[in-house]
């Protein structure tokens, strides 16, 4: 199937380019930004070799619809979604930290916590807890954000501080934005029969100083969610819980001997797993937004989305 992999577009006015693991971000005059979210999957800080049909689309999506359901609370970049897979919106200076908020020992917490730590990003983890298990109250965890190529790492607010990556002031608006964020989104979550378990929010600065929410939010990408039906029963018996994030993925390539570590080689992904993977985007896609996912058209991705993206600029 087609997916969209990387992109070249040449956009009115364009100054310049950045290439995430997913996102491709085009600057132009006027401080406007174009983000196209891609089909490419990334695990462990990786790219794998393959995209995944309208990951991409399912992405801009849901990040799109929630950053409309919190601009009440917290200020972001976006102004218009002229394409499925585009969002357009103020360019801004990001903040080099990823806010990472845990309402649930998972994931990387859980791993830390079964190799015996208890201090993450300097926040302490109580005694006793099994994986899964929830928090007495969320804890932030952030991590800087890696250069092209670099896994993001674990920091602490007073390293944050120490090292002058964020001024105290922003820092403690930073603090409040997630802690609102992840309230909201946990309410969000409720009412569709989920729990937010944890997720990460990333943040700039536009030119006149204010802090806005950018990037992406809630999204099975920076989130894992469970299904509230039956997680309590899931962890008096020790089962694992029903997921909806991209841990599916990852517990993938952990079982096919591949971790994101120097010599692993990326284990081959048939069609038939490519097509399994999207059709577990659409699912996450239709349980957190509560709507029916509508494919878009992608027998020629890039011509659609450099038209509708050159119209609402022409306007």
């Known amino acids: 199937m087609n997916t969209l992999m990387s992109t070249d577009f040449n956009f009115p006015g364009q100054k310049s380019i950045y290439k995430g693991k997913v996102r491709e971000v085009y600057t132009l005059d006027n401080d406007i930004l174009v983000m196209v979210a891609t089909d490419r999957l990334s695990a462990f800080d990786v790219v794998m070799p393959k995209g995944i049909p ?4 399912i992405l801009n999506q849901i990040a799109t619809k929630m950053m409309k359901d919190t601009e009440d ?22 903040f080099k930290v990823e806010m990472v908020i845990r309402g649930y020992m ?3 917490a859980a791993r830390e916590y079964k190799a015996g730590k208890r201090l993450l990003c300097g926040v302490p983890m109580p ?3 099994k994986e899964n298990d929830k928090f007495p109250e969320p804890i932030i965890t952030p991590a800087t954000k890696a250069e092209k190529g670099d896994h993001d790492e674990d920091i602490s607010k007073e390293d944050i501080l120490k090292r002058g990556i964020v001024s105290k002031e922003d820092y403690e608006v930073l603090e409040k934005y997630t802690r609102a964020l992840f309230q909201r989104g946990t309410e969000i979550a409720a009412k569709r029969g989920l729990i937010l378990v944890d997720t990460k929010y990333e943040f700039g600065k536009t030119k006149d100083g204010e802090i806005v929410l950018i990037d992406e939010i809630h ?19 020790g089962e694992a819980q029903k997921q909806l994030s991209k841990e599916f993925v990852r517990q993938w390539l952990i079982s096919s001997g591949f971790q994101g570590l120097k010599g692993q080689s990326v284990p ?13 985007y659409i699912e996450l896609y239709e349980n957190i937004t509560g709507e029916k996912f509508v494919k878009s058209d992608i027998s020629n991705l890039q011509k659609r989305i450099e038209n509708n993206v050159i119209t609402y600029l022409s306007q």
Request: aromatic fraction near 10%; charged fraction near 30%; charge should be negative.
């Open 73 to 94: 609370i917290v200020p972001n970049w976006l102004m218009a979604t002229p394409d499925p897979n585009v969002a357009i919106g103020k360019a801004c200076k990001p």
């Open 268 to 280: 081959e992904m048939s069609d038939e797993y490519i097509e399994s993977v999207s059709n577990r």
């Open 127 to 129: 005694e006793g807890m």
């Open 106 to 108: 998972s994931g990387h």
């Open 219 to 237: 999204t099975p990408d920076s989130s894992r969610y469970f299904y509230a039906e039956g997680y309590e029963e899931r962890q008096d018996k």
């Open 54 to 57: 309208y990951k991409g689309q």
